[in-house]
């Protein structure tokens, strides 16, 4: 078992910038894919950055350019640096990793971990 603990969100202006952290704990993770979701009222989740144990990296197409994706896995963290954000971007994030290390990283159904989420709130 994997948990895992986000933080760093809040209630912020467009362009501004969040670092949200997710601490991950029992399994070792550092041979493991982790990756940002998140979720907008009456929306899906949605891929939004996954990385790998060697630190290859993967955006959202609508994040590219803003948000950079990164891990320390001495201390068995995950990064995402949020830059220019959007109303849009507004929404409940969530850390996961996942086992599998073939096949796309998007996908949400190949993530076997998830925490709690942590809000971002970006107004206009």
């Known amino acids: 078992q994997v948990q895992l603990v986000e933080s760093g969100g809040g209630l912020v202006q467009a362009g501004d910038s969040l670092r949200l952290s997710c601490a991950a704990s029992?399994?070792?993770?550092?041979?493991?894919?982790m990756g940002w979701f998140r979720q907008a009222p009456g929306k899906e989740r949605e891929f939004v950055a996954a990385?790998?144990?060697?630190?290859?990296?993967d955006y959202a197409d609508s994040v590219k350019g803003r948000f950079t994706i990164s891990r320390d896995n001495a201390k068995e963290m995950l990064y995402l640096q949020m830059n220019s954000l959007k109303p849009e971007d507004t929404a409940i994030y969530y850390c996961?990793?996942?086992?599998?290390?073939?096949?796309?990283?998007?996908?949400?159904?190949?993530?076997?971990?998830w925490g709690q989420g942590t809000q971002v709130t970006v107004s206009s």
């Open positions: 996961a990793v996942r086992r599998t290390l073939w096949g796309p990283m998007k996908n949400t159904q190949d993530y076997d971990y």
């Open positions: 029992g399994r070792t993770i550092s041979a493991m894919i």
């Open positions: 990385i790998t144990p060697s630190s290859i990296v």
